[in-house]
């Protein structure tokens, strides 16, 4: 599949609300394409129903909700390869991950856990990560590790306060002598009447020319400060030393655990998957796919941009009913009649079902198909550079041809609409001749094109089009933009937008009559109606 029919569907504006709150259940987001095993399917939609039985328990407990969201998102990532010695920075991610996910399996029901596979992560890594006092979610080395860590550190906290008593000593005697406060400073740069005479503070004071007013003074280094430098170096080099040996410890029981934090890190992601839907169904009314080897069924199928467009414009919005059995159907109607709108509709609840997640309609029963194809406008054509607006059709075509053996949905939206109508009528009878006899593929074409040949195993169907037993051609009086929408909603609210049998003579049309709608010249109208009548 192309993102071409993912853009062409709009996906994204269910996909987007799609919102996993773990690392992991992120990534799996990230990877995800139409999933073409329908046991794979099947088991991800009983997760969301498992996880729907679970919110709807918790209803009355939102505090306990809230705990499980917290500890979902407080899920880190951790190294998902064993190390040598993991580092300090590595052990703190895996202590994190225990630990929140030893609180969300608190708070789940053991048979829920169950059935996503979480169990508790075994070898007493709690207490172990816990050593000295520890936060839940926290790391060090500390003291309580290794006595000899304990000595050495303690050995470096007396060599501190001995080099800062020292220090606080020596700046005292400077501060009282010339009023210096270095406070810690390396070096103050100072007027040079104030030091008085430089060789009189060379015992104490490292004293070089700054600038013409200025002097630059150090405290000059003494034995016993240099002698506690060099044991706080040795120290802690012995430290570092130490704390590399509790780390290589600590990591031997990590590596025998790390498979099993893997295993737990994928079925956290699949519970965090199986939740996510869960939300997004309650909260946008989805409802589980029905996969069988039969007909797709579609009833009250919602293409949620159009329905949130139709909101926003002030017009009726109008769910898809409609069957589609394997082969190919041609669905005829003028533009503003909704053609387009069901193909996107099935697109929508396609994709939206085979990449795992419930949809909005009342009953979706579809296949599971292999291969997905749009062709038509909207595709991505950065590797169609020369191509025309036909060849790149063909192009798109012949992807989709490759693909006919197999269970294949594919949506043709005004196809060939860049050449003449004759070849365009004579290029679509070839192909719905071919795939008359393909079954295993569901093929839907909307045109503008009357003149394709009636063949056996098509189906051909037109939209409801224009209600004329209440067509009402008085428009709103407007201007500018305001006046188109108040046209738009009043050609929308005198529309049916649904599906019938299309008569194999029949050669109406709506255009004329929504064109005179959106201001079309009166005796334009007339005259193009009196031209369509004599072509009849």
């Known amino acids: 599949m192309s993102l071409g029919l993912w853009t062409y569907a709009g996906a994204d504006a269910l996909w987007q609300r799609f919102l996993p709150q773990t690392p992991f259940g992120?990534?799996?987001?990230?990877?995800?394409?139409?999933?073409?095993?329908?046991?794979?399917?099947?088991?991800?939609?009983?997760?969301?129903?498992?996880?729907l039985d679970f919110l709807g328990a918790l209803d009355a407990d939102r505090v306990t909700l809230d705990r499980i969201?917290?500890?979902?998102?407080?899920?880190?990532?951790?190294?998902?390869?064993?190390?040598?010695?993991?580092?300090?920075?590595?052990?703190?991610?895996?202590?994190?991950?225990?630990?929140?996910?030893?609180?969300?399996?608190?708070?789940?029901?053991?048979?829920?856990?169950?059935?996503?596979?979480?169990r508790?992560?075994?070898?007493?890594?709690?207490?172990?990560?816990?050593?000295?006092?520890?936060?839940?979610?926290?790391?060090?080395?500390?003291?309580?590790?290794?006595?000899?860590?304990?000595?050495?550190?303690?050995?470096?906290?007396?060599?501190?306060a001995a080099s800062r008593r020292l220090r606080e000593e020596y700046e005292r005697t400077l501060r009282e002598r010339w009023g210096f406060a270095f406070e810690g400073r390396a070096f103050l740069l100072v007027p040079r009447e104030r030091l008085g005479d430089p060789s009189a503070a060379a015992a104490l004071l490292e004293v070089?020319?700054?600038?013409?007013?200025?002097?630059?003074?150090?405290?000059?280094?003494?034995?016993?400060?240099?002698?506690?430098?060099?044991?706080?170096?040795?120290?802690?080099?012995?430290?570092?030393?130490?704390e590399a040996r509790v780390v290589a410890s600590l990591s031997g029981p990590l590596r025998e655990a790390l498979p099993f934090f893997l295993e737990q890190a994928r079925a956290v992601g699949g519970f965090d998957l199986a939740l996510a839907g869960a939300r997004l169904a309650r909260e946008v009314g989805l409802t589980r796919p029905v996969l069988h080897?039969?007909?797709?069924?579609?009833?009250?199928?919602?293409?949620?941009?159009?329905?949130?467009?139709?909101?926003?414009?002030?017009?009726?919005?109008?769910?898809l009913d409609a069957t589609f059995d394997g082969g190919p159907t041609v669905i005829f109607g003028s533009n503003m009649g909704g053609k387009t709108v069901v193909l996107k509709t099935l697109a929508f609840l396609q994709l939206v079902a085979q990449a795992g997640l419930f949809v909005?309609?009342?009953?979706?029963?579809?296949?599971?198909?292999?291969?997905?194809?749009?062709?038509?406008?909207?595709?991505?054509?950065?590797?169609?550079?020369?191509?025309?607006?036909?060849?790149?059709?063909?192009?798109?075509?012949?992807?989709?041809?490759?693909?006919?053996?197999?269970?294949?949905?594919?949506?043709?939206?005004?196809?060939?609409?860049?050449?003449?109508s004759g070849e365009a009528e004579a290029?679509?009878?070839?192909?719905?001749?071919?795939?008359?006899?393909?079954?295993?593929?569901?093929?839907?074409?909307?045109?503008?094109?009357?003149?394709?040949?009636?063949?056996?195993?098509?189906?051909?169907?037109?939209?409801?089009?224009?209600?004329?037993?209440?067509?009402?051609?008085?428009?709103?009086?407007?201007?500018?933009?305001?006046?188109?929408?108040?046209?738009?909603?009043?050609?929308?609210?005198?529309?049916?937008?649904?599906?019938?049998?299309?008569?194999p003579r029949e050669r109406s049309s709506d255009a004329i009559t929504v064109a005179a709608l959106l201001g079309l010249s009166p005796a334009l109208a007339r005259r193009a109606a009196d031209f369509l009548k004599q072509e009849n």
């Not at 992120?26 to 996880?51: G, N």
């Not at 063909?394 to 050449?419: K, P, Y």
């Not at 093929?443 to 098509?458: D, E």
Request: overall charge negative; hydrophobic content about 40%.
């Open 26 to 51: 992120r990534d799996a987001k990230a990877r995800m394409v139409p999933m073409t095993e329908r046991a794979a399917l099947e088991e991800r939609y009983d997760l969301t129903e498992a996880a």
């Open 427 to 503: 290029l679509l009878s070839a192909i719905l001749e071919e795939l008359a006899g393909k079954p295993r593929v569901v093929a839907l074409f909307s045109t503008h094109f009357r003149g394709v040949r009636r063949l056996t195993g098509v189906r051909y169907l037109r939209m409801g089009g224009l209600d004329r037993s209440r067509l009402d051609l008085a428009v709103p009086d407007g201007t500018g933009d305001a006046d188109v929408a108040a046209r738009i909603r009043h050609i929308d609210r005198q529309m049916r937008f649904c599906l019938e049998p299309d008569a």
């Open 293 to 319: 080897e039969g007909e797709v069924v579609v009833e009250r199928g919602r293409h949620l941009p159009t329905e949130t467009l139709c909101e926003s414009l002030g017009t009726p919005y109008a769910p």
């Open 120 to 160: 508790q992560i075994p070898g007493g890594l709690v207490d172990l990560l816990g050593t000295g006092r520890q936060g839940d979610e926290s790391f060090y080395v500390a003291d309580a590790y290794d006595p000899e860590l304990a000595e050495v550190r303690s050995a470096l906290r007396k060599t501190d």
């Open 69 to 118: 969201h917290h500890h979902l998102r407080r899920l880190p990532r951790f190294p998902d390869a064993p190390r040598e010695a993991f580092d300090e920075v590595e052990i703190f991610q895996l202590k994190k991950f225990l630990f929140n996910h030893r609180s969300l399996l608190s708070l789940l029901p053991e048979t829920l856990g169950q059935r996503f596979g979480l």
């Open 208 to 242: 070089e020319p700054w600038d013409a007013g200025r002097l630059c003074v150090r405290p000059r280094p003494v034995a016993e400060a240099l002698r506690l430098a060099e044991e706080t170096s040795a120290l802690l080099s012995r430290e570092r030393s130490l």
């Open 360 to 420: 909005p309609a009342a009953r979706f029963a579809t296949r599971v198909f292999r291969h997905l194809h749009y062709v038509g406008e909207g595709r991505e054509r950065e590797e169609g550079r020369g191509l025309s607006g036909f060849g790149f059709e063909i192009r798109q075509f012949n992807e989709a041809h490759a693909d006919f053996g197999g269970e294949t949905l594919a949506l043709f939206d005004e196809f060939a609409r860049t050449t003449s």
